[in-house]
């Protein structure tokens, strides 16, 4: 039962690698694979568990399985919950038209100077919405600026490489990093603090390498006219209004995480709350085909349920093997194999540019425990050196919200962002592999190496 579980899960790991060519969503991949294993967990329990942990519930091996998936099951919820509410707000500015604030103030036509201009504010857009979200917002915006296909798609590599390196530093930026926030693993300020530096120089190496190979004015597509006399559905006033709310309420989160000591979900959802009362009220004498688009209620259809189902299953899964004792044993190996957390760190990484990242961060959680004061106080030697990563704010988790959320750009299948892009301009993998993946590698290495720099200095 317990190298079954390990061959379902990897299965389970290929079929959602794989999504487009078996053409099975991976939100049913994963969620049939989280059944799977718990079942195979729970039938075959008595031969797969330490007898210690067995006895610690009555002897009842049924009991410890079902108390150790509701005890999972909780901490998974925190993080769809604190999802759910993001992808309503930012749908919410979306359907208000508000990403024209910042839409429209671009006008340049020069390629280099639009290319670090959509660059960079992909780079801070990504931090405080989400790489995924901030992606199809960027290539939506490519479309208008840039006519020709294989000149956008060179944008687009640089959209999909400055989400990542954007939501890599901030709590609520990346699923991962959000992930290791709500888990305590990180704060808001220490993560800001250490990453900014090496996510930036992650966007930077191929900003600086792509301005000597592009050259000339980018010719922006034709403006169709009924799009020019077609009638906004909000007003200028309303746009500006849900803009600055839903980011507001946003940024507000991790303050409201540190003043009430709140899980981060319940500031989310406030913010949610305080938008759906406003949008409810400044809509409230338009009829009910006008208002309702613009309603919460409207904007729930839009958000992407199948994403939160597939991050349901995949934690699940994760949690199942966390359960069994198969990631501790995986953990003792790179331990043995490569012994330094950076190493380790650094292999997260490259490994997230071929499966997601989200059970490589998951199964890293589970991996290695978060460490107390108290237990690295009890530790000695060479024991308690290795403990010290594994504190809040320690060098190991640090460099894994980095490594994990940056890591994958190397290929476009890698990220949520990449496949976006991908399926939004129909970019060929082999020519990114060729045009991006380089510029994204070095990108890569560039931002590890000042993070190694900052801990060698400070």
């Given at each position: 039962m317990y190298m079954m579980m390990a061959l379902i899960f990897v299965l389970g790991y290929l079929c959602i690698a794989f999504e487009h060519t078996i053409h099975i969503d991976k939100a049913a991949s994963a969620l049939l694979t989280a059944v799977i294993t718990w079942t195979l967990l729970i039938l075959g329990a008595e031969y797969i568990l330490p007898a210690v942990q067995i006895a610690e519930h009555g002897g009842n091996a049924s009991d410890f399985v079902s108390t150790e998936l509701r005890h999972h099951l909780g901490e998974i919820s925190e993080i769809l919950f604190f999802l759910l509410g993001a992808m309503t707000i930012v749908e919410l500015v979306?359907?208000?038209?508000?990403?024209k604030v910042i839409t429209d103030r671009i006008t340049t036509h020069n390629k280099v100077k639009l290319l670090w201009l959509v660059g960079f504010i992909t780079f801070f857009l990504s931090a405080v919405l989400d790489n995924l979200t901030t992606t199809i917002v960027m290539v939506s915006l490519l479309r208008k600026l840039i006519d020709d296909d294989r000149e956008r798609w060179f944008f687009a590599g640089i959209v999909i490489i400055a989400a990542n390196a954007g939501g890599a530093w901030s709590p609520i930026g990346d699923v991962t990093t959000t992930m290791l926030w709500i888990g305590n693993q990180i704060s808001t300020s220490s993560i800001i603090k250490q990453l900014f530096l090496p996510s930036l120089a992650c966007i930077l190496v191929p900003l600086v390498i792509l301005s000597f190979q592009i050259k000339g004015e980018a010719k922006r597509p034709k403006?169709?006219?009924?799009?020019?006399?077609?009638?906004?559905?909000?007003?200028?006033?309303?746009?500006?209004l849900i803009f600055s709310m839903g980011i507001g309420a946003l940024l507000f989160v991790p303050i409201f995480k540190t003043v009430t000591h709140l899980p981060p979900y319940m500031g989310m959802l406030f913010g949610l709350s305080v938008l759906w009362v406003t949008t409810e009220w400044i809509h409230r004498a338009k009829n009910s085909e006008e208002k309702h688009p613009l309603s919460v209620v409207g904007v729930l259809r839009r958000v992407d349920t199948p994403s939160i189902l597939f991050f349901l299953g995949i934690l699940l899964a994760v949690s199942s093997l966390a359960t069994a004792g198969h990631l501790v044993a995986v953990?003792?190996?790179?331990?043995?194999?490569?012994?330094?957390?950076?190493a380790i760190n650094i292999a997260i990484g490259l490994l997230s540019s071929i499966v997601d990242n989200v059970p490589l961060v998951a199964g890293a959680m589970k991996m290695y425990p978060l460490i107390s004061p108290a237990e690295l106080a009890a530790a000695t030697g060479d024991q308690a050196e290795w403990l010290s990563h594994f504190v809040a704010d320690g060098h190991f988790w640090e460099m894994l919200a980095f490594c994990a959320g940056t890591g994958g750009s190397c290929l476009i299948i890698g990220s949520a962002a990449g496949v976006a892009a991908m399926g939004m301009e129909?970019?060929?993998?082999?020519?990114?592999?060729?045009?991006?993946?380089?510029?994204?590698?070095?990108?890569?290495?560039?931002?590890?190496?000042?993070?190694?720099?900052?801990?060698?200095?400070?």
């Open positions: 979306d359907a208000h038209e508000g990403f403006t169709e006219e009924h799009e020019e006399s077609h009638r906004n559905p909000t007003t200028s006033f309303e746009r500006r953990a003792v190996s790179l331990k043995e194999h490569l012994g330094n957390v950076y129909k970019i060929d993998f082999m020519w990114y592999l060729k045009k991006i993946s380089l510029l994204a590698l070095l990108g890569y290495f560039g931002g590890v190496a000042v993070y190694l720099g900052m801990k060698s200095l400070f």
